[in-house]
């Protein structure tokens, strides 16, 4: 069965230092892969995603991830942390080919420090 | 991007009681639709899938008959939580695809507080 797992409960980093939040998967095929962003009581944002092609991906708010295969990770960065990033991370596969059912991670909480 | 709206944003109901939400496609025709629940400081669970025009799919151990859900058109989903007990006090978020589109679009979630 696919699962996502997220290591790190909880992250706290200096404001302007860079951030690895870390993500692997369980999928038989090339996963579909996801980071979504979630502020307080608020919806999901997409920040990125990996269909195929480039294992690089660039995302929003200058967020990257990068898909390994041979890993089965998908970790998403930022060079240089900014205090509005603090919120809740997560990451996601999508659960059966072409049907946009994701299974989440259990969620990265990101604290930055002033 | 597509753009999915979910409604009411907050809702609190007494014990007994049954609760709506409803969760819309508003540029895009979705095909699917998906309901998830969050408990606080949680991931997001699948609940259920819902077609349009078909039945709901639900994940094992939720209960149909008390999470009932209706995709009667392409841009219209809605999860109505029959005879609420606090323990459903939860977020409850849709997303919504559409085809051929492999990626399925957010709502902002449901506030659901059962007194």
């Known amino acids: 069965a696919q699962s996502v797992t997220q290591p790190d409960i909880h992250i706290t980093v200096s404001e302007g230092a860079s951030l690895e939040l870390r993500c692997n998967y369980s999928?038989?095929?090339?996963?579909?892969l996801f980071w979504y962003v979630q502020s307080p009581g608020q919806g999901l944002q997409l920040l990125l995603k990996?269909?195929?092609?480039?294992?690089l991906v660039q995302g929003i708010k200058g967020f990257e991830a990068e898909f390994k295969r041979s890993q089965s990770s998908f970790n998403l960065r930022k060079p240089s942390v900014h205090w509005s990033d603090a919120a809740e991370y997560f990451c996601?596969?999508?659960?059966?080919?072409?049907?946009?059912?994701?299974?989440f991670g259990q969620g990265t909480t990101l604290q930055v420090k002033p | 991007g597509a753009v999915v709206s979910q409604h009411p944003s907050r809702v609190i109901c007494k014990s007994g009681t049954s609760v709506k939400i409803e969760c819309r496609s508003l540029?895009?025709?979705?095909?699917?639709m998906f309901w998830y629940r969050q408990f606080p400081k949680q991931s997001l669970m699948l609940m259920a899938t819902?077609?349009?025009?078909?039945?709901?799919?639900?994940e094992q151990g939720v209960e149909k008959d008390k999470f009932l859900i209706n995709h009667a058109s392409l841009t219209l989903s809605t999860l109505t939580v029959t005879s609420a007990h606090p323990e459903d006090s939860s977020f409850y978020i849709c997303?919504?695809?559409?085809?051929?589109?492999?990626?399925?679009?957010f709502g902002q979630g449901t506030r659901l507080t059962v007194v």
């Open positions: 819902s077609n349009e025009g078909s039945k709901a799919t639900y």
């Open positions: 999928y038989g095929a090339t996963p579909y």
């Open positions: 996601a596969v999508e659960g059966s080919s072409n049907t946009g059912k994701l299974i």
């Open positions: 540029d895009f025709q979705a095909t699917t």
């Open positions: 997303s919504a695809a559409g085809h051929p589109n492999t990626e399925a679009f």
């Open positions: 990996y269909f195929s092609g480039d294992t």
